[in-house]
């Protein structure tokens, strides 16, 4: 196992798109880390670093306390002697070659192979439970088996590191999820050092220790995969991770505990991440569809686990185990009337409680529905979508 270190890396491309700024990571032996965040922020560029396949302006990198890259020092390691194995989106497999010949492909550039070393491709063959294919051709084979073609030729040659670029993002959803539990299991197993790069939130959590989210280039939030989901530190982070409604509000205090008054409604949501703001704060509250239940409306409420809003229902498709709801935000005039708002919420209506008929469903469109909101499920961000404090990350270990 070894450990990576990027110190202040910096790549720009045709010397004016930046591509990675300042960037600073420590990766811990054994440590599977996963870089996330959309196309072009970054991700795939620091990755490409890291493997030697781009030569960046500025900065170190480390792997295993040895420092393959340094521009100022004059260092620059070759790929090939990097001691790593990359797993590509592509998987690059050669089309004449075998199974066998192409996971052999690495010990063939580097010696010939003997006893010793066909014991050693078979046993990663058997890894990846390939051994009923190997004198099968890639054209032969499923996605899946292609892809765990590519895995066994990244691991043949027993590297303490494995780069990872979006290798499952070709394959349908079921057998994506199958091989990531698969691939887990095998990195815990062996217990290498990963990097891998994707842009989909939910195969980052199932993978992870931990988290880098990058955006234009510098990293925006690094965490365990709870961290992450749970209490994004941005706008950013949270709409990336499934936030689906971003709300103005203004912190006030309510007794012991610090509630949000929305800016729209004029309604207080209570909170419980809110120290690190100061009350009259100008603040976001950040709410997941599932964390807002809709049921037909109410005049009286009696739970006081909740807080509750009032939104007209617009439009309702089926999702499974409940009914995704678009509904615009209410609120009472002085005359304490309801005026319908512009701003759109998405919410969840349970199956549970409004049945298996979407038609019955619709016949709530245009009528107001009352929302609720268990005490403290929302986040309170900063207002503003600008990006975080950069320069005083440091580097994040």
């Given at each position: 196992?070894?450990?990576?270190s990027?110190?202040?890396?910096n790549k720009?491309f045709?010397?004016?798109i ?5 960037l600073?990571l ?5 440590e599977?880390f ?9 991700k ?11 030569e ?11 420092l393959?890259?340094?521009p ?15 797993v590509?989106q ?10 066998w010949d192409?996971?052999a492909?690495?010990?063939k550039t ?10 050693q491709?078979?046993?990663?063959i058997?890894l ?9 051709y890639?054209?032969e ?27 499952l993002?070709?394959?349908?959803a ?8 698969q691939?887990?299991?095998?990195q ?16 980052a959590l ?13 990293l ?15 706008q950013y982070?949270?709409e ?28 207080p949501?209570h909170?419980?991440?809110?120290t690190?703001?100061?009350?009259g ?12 239940i ?7 409420v009696?739970d006081?686990?909740?807080d509750?809003?009032?939104?007209e ?7 499974g185990d ?6 615009n ?16 919420l ?19 469109k ?14 309170v961000?900063?207002?503003s979508?600008k ?5 005083n990350?440091g580097?994040?270990?």
């Amino acid at each position: 196992m070894s450990s990576i270190s990027i110190k202040q890396l910096n790549k720009a491309f045709d010397g004016r798109i930046n591509a990675v700024k300042d960037l600073n990571l420590h990766i811990k032996p054994g440590e599977f880390f996963v870089l996330l965040g959309p196309s072009g922020c970054g991700k795939t560029t620091t990755l490409r670093c890291v493997a030697g396949l781009e030569e960046p302006e500025s900065g170190e990198i480390s792997i295993a306390d040895h420092l393959v890259l340094a521009p100022h020092k004059g260092v620059y390691v070759p790929p090939e002697k990097r001691e790593i194995g990359m797993v590509f989106q592509s998987y690059a497999l050669w089309p004449h070659m075998t199974v066998w010949d192409n996971i052999a492909y690495p010990i063939k550039t580097r010696k010939k192979i003997k006893e010793a070393e066909k014991q050693q491709i078979f046993k990663t063959i058997q890894l990846v439970g390939l051994e009923d294919y190997i004198h099968r051709y890639p054209s032969e084979l499923s996605g899946g088996q292609q892809q765990r073609v590519a895995l066994a030729r990244a691991l043949v040659n027993q590297p303490n590191v494995i780069l990872f670029d979006e290798p499952l993002s070709n394959l349908d959803a079921s057998l994506r999820i199958k091989l990531r539990i698969q691939l887990r299991a095998l990195q815990k197993d062996i217990g290498f050092t990963a990097i891998y790069v994707t842009h989909d939130h939910s195969e980052a959590l199932a993978l992870a220790d931990r988290i880098a989210i990058m955006r234009a280039g510098y990293l925006e939030q690094i965490g365990t995969p709870s961290e992450i989901f749970l209490k994004p530190k941005s706008q950013y982070v949270a709409e990336f991770v499934g936030f689906e409604n971003i709300l103005k509000a203004t912190l006030i205090q309510a007794a012991e505990q610090t509630s949000a008054v929305l800016d729209y409604a004029h309604q207080p949501i209570h909170v419980d991440n809110s120290t690190a703001f100061s009350v009259g704060d100008h603040v976001l509250l950040a709410l997941r569809a599932s964390q807002i239940i809709g049921a037909p409306f109410k005049k009286e409420v009696q739970d006081q686990t909740h807080d509750y809003l009032v939104g007209e229902l617009k439009s309702v498709s089926y999702a499974g185990d409940y009914y995704l709801a678009i509904v615009n935000l209410v609120k009472k005039d002085e005359q304490g009337f309801f005026i319908t708002l512009d701003t759109e919420l998405q919410v969840h209506l349970p199956l549970s409680q409004w049945g298996n008929d979407i038609s019955y469903v619709n016949s709530f469109k245009n009528q107001y529905l009352q929302l609720s909101i268990q005490k403290g499920n929302a986040i309170v961000l900063h207002d503003s979508l600008k990006q975080v404090d950069h320069s005083n990350h440091g580097e994040a270990a």
